[in-house]
């Protein structure tokens, strides 16, 4: 509940001193805030971002979808937003605004080129939505381009904030595929 609702408030104040206001007002008040709670429940259930898991097992069932058993509220909040916003047209602003939704504004790499080749690189930390990424690039991009999806890896850029003591303390295969979090 955001928002408390106090009923007697609402009254004149002269109307305040007598008993009889109070006790109405104290018998209405658990179904006013019941109904406060509800409106706020339908308000938020019209976002996907917001909505309550009652709602995205409605939403799941329009799409047609069928979540993993180990999908958080979150993780089908953000699959059932991804299909949601497919849309045409075919631009690369879109492309990128929905790179964006799926992997945030730092979560992607793109690159179209004169070849028809689409190279989008996914950040390790949105690697879980690699398939969801995936799904989107087969359904938005033309049939006549190439998809090159992969994993943007850790690169110089990134390995070069860390001293060679922090990284002996990861495996090969980790420094390249996990996102780093300096122990500082």
């Known amino acids: 509940m955001i928002r408390e609702v106090d009923l007697l408030s609402y ?11 109070k006790v109405i007002q104290l018998v209405v008040q658990p179904e006013i805030q019941l109904m406060e709670d509800e409106t706020e429940v339908l308000f938020d ?10 709602s995205i097992r409605r939403y ?16 089908r ?7 949601w916003n497919r849309m ?3 631009t690369k602003i879109t492309l990128r605004q929905k790179l964006a939704v ?13 070849k028809k080749v689409v190279t ?10 690699l398939n969801e990424v995936r799904e989107m690039l087969e359904e938005f991009v033309p049939c006549n381009m190439v998809i090159d999806l992969d994993l943007l890896y850790n690169q110089h ?14 495996s090969h295969r980790q420094i390249r595929n996990e996102v780093l979090i300096s122990g500082e």
């Not at 004149?12 to 206001?21: A, Q, R, T, W």
């Not at 259930?45 to 009652?54: E, F």
């Not at 799941?60 to 993780?75: G, I, S, Y």
């Not at 989008?120 to 939505?129: F, I």
């Open 88 to 90: 045409i047209p075919y």
């Open 120 to 129: 989008v690189r996914v950040a390790l930390k949105s690697k879980r939505n």
């Open 157 to 170: 850029s990134v390995l070069g904030k860390f001293t060679h003591k922090q990284l002996g303390a990861w």
């Open 60 to 75: 799941e069932k329009m799409l047609e979808m069928q979540p993993f058993a180990d999908d958080t509220l979150a993780d």
């Open 77 to 83: 909040r953000f699959k059932v937003l991804s299909r």
């Open 102 to 114: 799926l992997c945030g504004e730092d979560g992607y790499t793109l690159d179209i080129n004169p």
């Open 11 to 21: 009254i004149p104040d002269f109307l305040k001193e007598y008993e009889e206001m």
């Open 45 to 54: 259930n019209q976002y996907i971002k917001s909505s309550d898991i009652r």
